[in-house]
Nanobody
Framework: QVQLVESGGGLVQAGGSLTLSCAASGSTFSIDTMGWYRQAPGKQRELVAVISSGGSPNYADSVKGRFTISRNNAKSTVYLQMNNLKPDDTAVYYC??????????????WGQGTQVTVSS
């Protein structure tokens, strides 16, 4: 089992910045890609950014150039630096960890979510 604990959400004005952190604990050897998803009220959960264990990132088009994902494998932690925030970025942000399929692990893990609110 893997536990994911997020931190860093909050209220910020449009144009401001926030950094989210997600620390994994437990059987961290079983996870590979880590990332962030978000869910706004009345909308489906959507991908924000993911990063492989080797450090290769991928971003949703809506956040490219504004958000940066990074990870520290030694600390089993993934970060999301969010700059130039917009009201449309308001959502609950969830940390996600995918399994190392090549080792026979299949479980996907989610954090409890952290609220990000951007005021106009």
């Amino acid at each position: 089992q893997v536990q994911l604990v997020e931190s860093g959400g909050g209220l910020v004005q449009a144009g401001g910045s926030l950094t989210l952190s997600c620390a994994a604990s437990g059987s961290t050897f079983s996870i590979d890609t880590m990332g962030w998803y978000r869910q706004a009220p009345g909308k489906q959960r959507e991908l924000v950014a993911v990063i492989s264990s080797g450090g290769s990132p991928n971003y949703a088009d809506s956040v490219k150039g504004r958000f940066t994902i990074s990870r520290n494998n030694a600390k089993s932690t993934v970060y999301l630096q969010m700059n130039n925030l917009k009201p449309d970025d308001t959502a609950v942000y969830y940390c996600n960890a995918g399994p190392r399929l090549e080792l026979g692990y299949y479980e996907i893990y989610w954090g409890q979510g952290t609220q990000v609110t951007v005021s106009s």
